[in-house]
Nanobody, 118 residues
Framework: QVQLVESGGGLVQAGGSLRLSCVVSGRTFTFYAMGWYRQAPGKQRDLVATVSSGGSTTYADSVRGRFTISRDNAKNTVYLQMNSLKPEDTAVYYC????????????WGQGTQVTVSS
């Protein structure tokens, strides 16, 4: 069973920065496309950014130019660098892994809270 463990959330003032990390267990990290999602209270879970095993990235319009997703395949870790944070970025952020080789599988982390104060 693959496990995803997020860290790096917290409270920050508007305009500040945070870096989220997600460590993935197992030896097949490169089989997975990785993503970050977020869910604010009372709202649906939305895609924030994705990174393929080869490093190709996509971003939601609301974070493009402020957030950067990256991965370190040697450390089984995906990162989300968040700069110029806004109060509307406040949410629980979830790490997501989608297996792209062999039998499809999808896994989620437990979530980490990000709160941006105005």
């Amino acid at each position: 069973q693959v496990q995803l463990v997020e860290s790096g959330g917290g409270l920050v003032q508007a305009g500040g920065s945070l870096r989220l990390s997600c460590v993935v267990s197992g030896r097949t990290f490169t089989f997975y496309a990785m993503g970050w999602y977020r869910q604010a209270p009372g709202k649906q879970r939305d895609l924030v950014a994705t990174v393929s095993s080869g490093g190709s990235t996509t971003y939601a319009d609301s974070v493009r130019g402020r957030f950067t997703i990256s991965r370190d395949n040697a450390k089984n870790t995906v990162y989300l660098q968040m700069n110029s944070l806004k109060p509307e970025d406040t949410a629980v952020y979830y790490c997501n892994a989608v297996k792209m080789v062999g039998v499809r599988a999808e896994y989620w982390g437990q979530g980490t809270q990000v709160t941006v104060s105005s």
